[in-house]
């Protein structure tokens, strides 16, 4: 149920190959598996139990158990806090291998998983450890006859379901919130990359959760997926992916009338107006698409650029692209850019890329395959210029290094260019009159909007989209509103 595996920077460690049911680790009913690739070598790391419709139900059952067990159940705010900060403290122990996994898994840099990903789960999960005590109803006046109250219960069964991109933030993401309120929880791994999550779920045990209050399942979408949204046991999903997917989980959750919180795909804008600060607009313009391999759903994709200073700006986009993005082993302290997650996904961003240079734009860098010493799904950093609205780079999202850039004339056409997508996650724009800046904000059709900076993300405040990038918020105290109901009780004090 546990191999011992060493990573290339020389760590060793045991990693969970199996379900992870009522505290402990089983096998798939039909010892079916799922082989996990290192997409930089594009070797087999390991393989996993992939799980079938009968271990969904036997998760969701452990998870409904536990739900109403006084292990679980009777715990007060301020001890489920406790465990949560137990994990927290747990998690930040094992920083080393969790982003030691992370980085051969993934494919994003060691340093990145190191000092980014693995501190972001540790300060969601002590931020909604905080919540746990804190969450309460109210005291309604409604005159002497009536002693009115709410209060907030949890939901149930929450099935969670993360992404590739980003697997130890978006399990945290969705975890805090839901334990802190009280809930139980089965989190459905992604397939392509589900091994540091399994790692975690020895973690929980060891900070003390009973068993079946989170239950972790590796398995295909189709399969584990869709019987975790259609369960009758399950009370709410939570997912974040692509938006095909996310109208298809709508679809099966609408069944058992579920509550679902959905996180999906965006084509964010960002605009550069003609007093800039150019230096700036180009650092932020390129960390927010190319971190992460460009694998982000906020990512700035669509970059609108004053037809002033267009050339200008180019330019030093460009430079910073050539000076920033290097590309090479995750392991190595000075590779930026990592590989796409998976041969389909590197395929998929590729077409996109050549769909760009058949349409017209002009590739100004990239457009290539990247292969370290002969392996790996690496792509070059790509930037197209003279991109138009109509092109399939500036409509669709491609979730990989490429960007698209834009010119535009007068503040109304940038607004215009920025809404003109069925998305609406994130957005940026960078300018020095911040009376013009406050403005443009509101006239963006996003969920968040970063000024003078781009996906400068926090834990404590919220996130999430509008359109066709999802429903609902997760992070701050907006993301505790997913995971609990408030019941309202009516006293009647003349009776």
Known sequence: MEVELTAPNGKKWTQPLGLFINNEFVKSSNDSKIFSINPATEEEICSVFAATPDDVDLAVNAARKAFKDASWKSLSGTERGALMSKLADLVAENAETLATIECLDNGKPYATALSENVPEVVNVLRYYAGYADKNFGQVIDVGPAKFAYTVKEPL???????????????????????????????????????????????????????????????????????????????????????????????????????????????????????????????????????????????????????????????????????????????????????????KAQYERVLGFIKAGKEEGATLMLGGEPAPQQGKGFFIAPTVFANVKPTMKIFQEEIFGPCVALVSFKTEEEAVELANDSAYGLGAALFTKDLVRAHRVAREIEAGMVWINSSNDSDFRIPFGGVKQSGIGRELGEAGLSAYCNIKSIHVNMAA
């Open 156 to 342: 149930g069964v929450c099935g969670q379901i993360i992404p590739w991109n980003y697997p130890l933030d978006m399990a945290a993401w969705k975890l805090g919130p839901a334990l802190c309120c009280g809930n139980t929880v089965v989190l459905k791994l992604a397939e392509q990359t589900p091994l540091s999550m399994l790692y975690v779920a020895k973690l929980i045990k060891e900070a003390g959760f009973p068993p079946g209050v989170v239950n972790v399942i590796n398995g295909y979408g189709r399969e584990a997926g869709a019987a975790l949204v259609q369960h009758p046991k399950v009370d709410k999903i939570a997912f974040t992916g692509s938006t095909a997917t996310g109208k298809e989980i709508m679809k099966m959750a609408a069944g058992t009338m579920k509550n679902i919180t959905l996180e999906t795909g965006g084509k964010s804008p960002l605009i550069v107006f003609e007093d800039a600060d150019l230096e700036l607009a180009a650092t932020w313009s390129h960390g927010g698409i190319m971190s992460n391999q460009g694998q982000i759903c906020t990512a700035t994709s669509r970059i609108l650029v004053h037809e002033a200073i267009y050339d200008s700006f180019v330019e030093k986009f460009k430079a910073k692209v050539q000076e920033i993005s290097v590309i090479g082993d995750p392991f190595e302290e000075s590779t930026f850019q990592g590989p796409q997650v998976t």
